[in-house]
């Protein structure tokens, strides 16, 4: 086990540095327009594809790396990039972490490399488990998974929504209800190989901010997988849910739920990407502050204006150490006894927020056009209190665990 650090190893500053340089030269460049077009951005993928930062090696690399520190390290400097380009190249994580906390070995080796494919046929995939009337209330799920056992086959049908590549993935992982009456932990999560009947896009939504990242709804229409599409398999499917089963019957609560799992192991990685578009409006509006000339001096020679950027650096450097805190103790084997990991997501997202805005504010007029990229990175920002757990569910979590009470 690695100890803690807060400092790279040279390998780590050189893949840095090589991110940073994509970002500085591909992704900044082409951010207004893809941001303007609302499309994927296929192009900026398949170069990213192309230099190996798109591919299942690259992220493998990082993933294992023994400190923690590769993923939010490379998170951070893709999303300071640009952070709807950067949700391109990485939202195919997701799915990819979702096969990781619940497939087996086989699964993992079957099903990860088609979710990137290579640099000459590029591959994508989603991960669906959000609903119309189902968000933060997981327990609200309604798409059904019934096993067919005379096929050896499960049978899908719901809709999923806000879905980072849905419909146009080549895999898609979904999560449906297996057992309703027990609510959350009746959860499991399925493959969806490339050209199954019955998967289809239903909405494709027009969004405030990570335009160049699809998110659409998930039609699944009696959508039949085999039954080595479960993730872990039945029999582990079978005796989680007589664990949770019995502990309904005891009252007890704690048991597995696939969804959950995913999420609490991608927190500190989108606390990351939040980090970056933080750091990146900030480097903006100092710049901007030192070189801005009012009533004679540069605007940073106002306090009001140099205290809010002292504020701004403090939060940002903060806000890295708990990510980076919970991506160490994740690689180590560390339980989040305090809700590390929603408290790296929690506190991130509301300073890229805020950090974004006060941004804004240092520009003044300029901030608000689209000339400056700080509106963009404003309007990119404001997810980061609501996906993957809003700021308020994010609490409820730190609430719960350091408490151990069921607080509603």
């Not at 609302?38 to 192009?43: D, G, I, V």
């Not at 606390?271 to 578009?277: D, K, L, T």
């Not at 806000?319 to 180590?332: D, E, I, N």
């Not at 997202?349 to 504010?361: F, I, L, R, S």
């Amino acid at each position: 086990m690695a100890e803690f650090t807060m400092e790279l190893n040279e390998d780590q500053r050189g893949v840095r540095d090589w991110i940073h340089g994509f970002a500085a030269e591909v992704m900044r460049p082409a951010a207004a327009e893809w941001d303007e077009r609302e499309e994927f951005p296929w192009p900026v993928v398949q170069e990213a594809a192309r230099i190996g930062l798109y591919s299942l090696d690259f992220y493998a690399q990082q993933f294992f790396d023994p400190t923690g520190l590769g993923v939010p390290m490379a998170m951070e400097e893709l999303f300071w990039g640009d952070a709807g380009l950067g949700l391109a190249i990485s939202g195919t994580g997701l799915a990819a972490i979702g096969v990781l906390t619940n497939g087996t070995e086989e699964q993992i080796g079957t099903w990860l490399p088609q979710m990137y494919g290579d640099a000459d046929d590029v591959k994508i995939a989603a991960f669906c488990s959000s609903e119309p009337d189902a968000g933060s209330d997981v327990s609200a799920m309604r798409t059904r998974a019934v096993y067919d056992e005379a096929k050896d086959e499960w049978v899908l049908n719901g809709t999923k929504t806000w879905a980072t590549n849905g419909g146009i993935a080549n895999v898609h992982v979904v999560v449906a209800v297996v057992d309703p009456g027990l609510g959350a932990r009746g959860h499991a999560s399925f493959i969806v190989p490339p050209g199954t009947p019955g998967l289809s896009q239903g909405q494709k939504f027009k969004k405030h901010g990570i335009r160049a990242s699809h998110t659409a709804e998930v039609v699944l229409d009696g959508v039949r997988l085999p039954g080595h599409c479960l993730l872990g398999g039945k029999d582990k499917l079978d005796e989680r849910l007589a664990r949770a089963r019995e502990r309904a019957r005891t009252g007890g609560s704690r048991t597995h739920n696939a969804a959950m799992a995913t999420f609490e192991a991608s927190r500190p990685t989108v606390g990351a990407q939040a980090v970056g578009i933080a750091r990146a409006a900030y480097e903006v509006a100092l710049d901007y502050a030192q070189t801005r000339v009012q009533f004679g001096r540069p605007i940073i020679d106002n306090q009001g204006v140099a205290f809010q950027l002292a504020d701004m650096r403090t939060r940002i450097d903060a806000a890295r150490l708990l990510v980076w805190r919970a991506s160490w103790m994740a690689t180590a084997g560390k339980p989040f006894t305090s809700a590390e990991g929603s408290m790296s997501k929690l506190f991130a997202g509301e300073t890229a927020k805020a950090v974004t805005a006060q941004a804004m504010q240092i520009l003044g007029g300029n901030g608000y056009t689209r000339e400056y990229p700080v509106e963009r990175m404003h309007r990119d920002a404001a997810i980061y209190t609501i996906f993957e757990g809003t700021s308020e569910i994010q609490r409820l979590v730190i609430a719960r665990t350091i408490s151990d009470v069921p607080i509603r």
